[in-house]
């Protein structure tokens, strides 16, 4: 990881594998004297993040978050047990369908690969990893 200029794509939520990858990212920075930047994109469904999670991203965003667009979609007294991202990943793309409870499907992610290879303005070799798939797949833009 350290040697090449790779991009790891994860599903950047707060738990598991993508969690694991994430402090693994935190810890190399902290303990390399001369770390490599490495990126982590979290791909993931808007749906998919906790109320809280969202309400604090329109906030930040700025952009169409009026009063109205930051109140909460789901009555008070309903628990809600969905994710956070993890905060460790550089970046974070999030998908939206339209609905709530909606996880990323492998169908999204082979689109935003497929589309990174077909920037035409990007000469970069990219190792893509994905942490809930048996498989690294290489990709090479010509």
Not at 28 to 45: E, F, Q, S
Not at 125 to 130: A, D, G, L, Q, T
């Amino acid at each position: 990881m350290a040697e090449s200029d790779a991009w790891i794509l994860t599903t950047g939520l707060n738990n598991g594998v993508s969690k694991l990858v994430g402090e693994g990212i935190s810890q190399y920075r902290l303990l390399r004297r001369h770390p490599k930047d490495v990126v982590c994109i979290g791909l993931t469904m808007w749906g998919t993040i906790n109320e809280k999670t969202r309400i604090d991203l329109k906030k930040a965003s700025q952009i169409g978050a009026s009063d109205e667009a930051c109140k909460r979609q789901i009555r008070d007294d309903v628990q809600e047990d969905k994710e956070t991202l993890d905060p460790h990943h550089t970046h974070c793309i999030l998908f939206d369908s339209g609905n709530l409870n909606e996880y990323l499907s492998d169908s999204q992610r082979s689109s935003f690969v497929q589309y990174v290879c077909d920037d035409k303005n990007s000469h970069a070799c990219k190792e893509v990893f994905f942490d809930n798939m048996n498989f690294q797949q290489r990709l090479i833009e010509l």
